[in-house]
């Protein structure tokens, strides 16, 4: 099946840093990418899209200049948490659809999560 | 709005005994209907797609199927290492491969 990575698995910072999560496919190319973010015992939350050469699309209520989404290769999208705040702090997961096997799919691939700790 | 319910929220079994999940669903033009699994502190395993009314899917001890309104997802004779969150989603036509997800039934399998 796809895969999917995301990088750190975990990170704590301090209040105000800004903070990069990495989520990449390793065998197929992710010609679209999602990012969630999930609360403890709730469901995943989308937070934006993007495709891959394109600028996200964000949906309401997230602010985009505090959640920057690059997504500049078939195979790597980045999340950057700007001047992250304690309420920034949850589970981020991203997600991958595009061509397996030159075949394209609709099924999304998720990665393992990055959890995020602003102290 | 696209709309998912899972029920129910939580379900405790004993290993051996048999139960369905259940997703209802409200999309206009349903393009497919997906099936997670989701442990603890972990991203969502993708199961089964299901694309028309009539359609089932088998892998190891679950079954998926799917009707004009609903999804089950049935297990039979469930271990301990089934036990986890499964997640319900629905992905609309021509929402960009979005997909709406359900708030996931908890099951618990006791030894």
């Known amino acids: 099946g796809a895969v999917v990575s995301q990088h750190p698995s975990r990170v704590i910072c301090k209040s105000g840093t800004s903070v990069k999560i990495e989520c990449r496919s390793l065998?197929?190319?992710?010609?679209?990418m999602f990012w969630y973010r999930q609360f403890p015992k709730q469901s995943l939350m989308l937070m934006a899209t993007s495709n891959e050469g394109s600028k996200a699309t964000y949906e309401q209520g997230v602010e985009k200049d505090k959640f920057l989404i690059n997504h500049a290769s078939l195979t790597l999208s980045t999340l950057t948490v700007t001047s992250a705040h304690p309420e920034d702090s949850s589970f981020y997961i991203c997600?991958?659809?595009?061509?397996?096997?030159?075949?394209?799919?609709?099924?999304?691939?998720f990665g393992p999560g990055t959890r995020l700790t602003v102290l | 709005e696209d709309q998912v319910t899972q029920s129910p929220e939580a379900l405790r079994l004993q290993e051996g005994e048999s139960s369905s999940l259940n997703c209802s669903y409200t999309v206009s033009g349903l393009r497919g209907l997906f099936w997670y699994r989701q442990d603890p502190g972990k991203g969502p395993e993708f199961l089964f797609t299901l694309y028309s009314a009539g359609e089932e899917k088998e892998k190891e001890r679950l079954k998926a199927t799917l009707t004009k309104k609903e999804s089950f997802l049935h297990i039979t004779a469930p271990k301990p290492e089934d036990s986890a969150t499964y997640l319900c989603a629905v992905h609309r036509s021509g929402s960009a491969r979005q997909l709406t997800f359900g708030s996931g039934t908890q099951l618990t399998v006791l030894p």
């Open positions: 997600s991958a659809t595009g061509l397996a096997g030159g075949v394209s799919t609709d099924t999304q691939y």
């Open positions: 065998d197929f190319q992710a010609t679209t």
